[in-house]
């Protein structure tokens, strides 16, 4: 198991080594992705894998029963744009970004602690930035994306450092005591990276210009990864009920928004990325009523 579990990351920093012969490079993100469904899908949920640095500090990887389903579904979305991308061809920096893109986006889904998921966060971070950032023209929207992408790195820091500061470790686990400013950091952190109104402003100036697998992978598979780390967050603490609330209304609003702007684009291309903002807004309205309708079963009191 555990080379089936190394395997995918292999075969995302091989395409990327490969990325002067852009089909070798694809071909090898295709295999990587398989592999990676396949590995999900034989470990049952029940990976674990842990190194103890000291009596405080856990570095580590599994894959549970959340991560497993994330995998499986990334693992099929991923097969799916490595095939395009395959066929479509494209620049080796665009081989190499997408190849190493997975590899952090792999790492956040079976990440077992805050300092390996943030290791990812950053990795998947800064070559999505490489897959957008323009040869030629403005390059201000790709920026912008990466303004927002390093405030959500920074969140997930403040955020997972108030969660060391009061359980005294780092590994994930359900701690129901912990300070408002986890919980309030770490969702922020990951639904900066949804795309949700106000975070939005890169994607009109983006899309347009994609290549289409491109956009396909910057609207499904690096949301995807923000909205198990959303899930992941809000099963680790329970959040005041106006948190909870707070976030039925930033969802809905994003929602009406997305699909508003959706409706009237003229240009194709940007389709996605409006979907992509109210999808996103819809699933971050269902998460907080989540987390209020079990708080509310639990008798909690504000």
């Known amino acids: 198991m555990m080379l089936l579990f190394l395997a995918p990351a292999v075969?995302?920093?091989?395409?990327?080594?490969?990325?002067?012969?852009?089909?070798?490079?694809f071909?090898?993100?295709?295999?990587?992705?398989?592999?990676?469904?396949?590995?999900?899908?034989?470990?049952?949920?029940?990976?674990?894998?842990?190194?103890?640095?000291?009596?405080?500090?856990?570095?580590?990887?599994?894959?549970?029963?959340?991560?497993?389903?994330?995998l499986v579904i990334s693992a099929l979305t991923w097969t799916a744009l490595a095939?395009?991308?395959?066929?479509?061809?494209?620049?080796?920096?665009?081989?190499?970004?997408f190849n190493l893109s997975l590899t952090g986006i792999y790492l956040v889904l079976t990440a077992a602690d805050a300092l390996t998921l943030l290791i990812g966060w950053e990795i998947m971070t800064i070559f999505a930035f490489l897959l957008i950032l323009p040869r030629d023209g403005q390059p201000r929207a790709a920026f912008r994306f990466l303004g927002f992408?390093?405030?959500?790195?920074?969140?997930?820091?403040?955020?997972?450092?108030?969660?060391?500061?009061?359980?005294?470790?780092?590994?994930?686990?359900?701690?129901?005591?912990?300070?408002?400013?986890?919980?309030?950091?770490a969702s922020l952190g990951f639904i900066v990276k949804m795309d949700v109104v106000p975070f939005h402003t890169w994607i009109r100036e983006v899309y347009e210009r994609l290549p289409?697998?491109?956009?396909?992978?910057?609207?499904?598979?690096?949301?995807?990864?923000?909205?198990?780390?959303?899930?992941?967050?809000?099963?680790?603490?329970?959040?005041p009920r106006w948190w909870n609330l707070l976030l039925v209304v930033l969802g809905a609003l994003s929602a009406f928004w997305g699909a508003l702007r959706a409706t009237v684009v003229e240009k194709l291309r940007e389709v996605p990325g409006y979907s992509t903002i109210e999808y996103s807004g819809m699933i971050v309205c269902a998460a907080g009523?989540?987390?209020?309708?079990l708080r509310g079963e639990r008798g909690s009191v504000v």
Do not use: C, K, Q
């Open 289 to 293: 009523l989540s987390a209020a309708a």
């Open 11 to 25: 075969l995302f920093v091989i395409g990327a080594a490969l990325s002067r012969l852009p089909r070798v490079s």
């Open 83 to 97: 095939l395009t991308g395959l066929h479509a061809g494209g620049t080796p920096r665009t081989a190499a970004s």
């Open 149 to 185: 992408g390093e405030l959500s790195s920074l969140l997930l820091i403040v955020g997972f450092g108030s969660y060391y500061a009061v359980t005294g470790r780092l590994s994930f686990g359900t701690a129901p005591v912990v300070a408002p400013a986890f919980l309030i950091a």
């Open 212 to 239: 289409g697998y491109v956009g396909a992978f910057m609207s499904v598979a690096v949301t995807l990864v923000a909205v198990y780390g959303l899930e992941r967050v809000l099963g680790m603490a329970e959040g």
């Open 27 to 70: 071909s090898a993100a295709t295999g990587g992705a398989v592999v990676a469904g396949l590995f999900a899908v034989l470990s049952r949920g029940a990976f674990h894998l842990m190194v103890n640095l000291s009596p405080t500090f856990d570095l580590g990887w599994r894959v549970d029963g959340l991560a497993g389903v994330f």
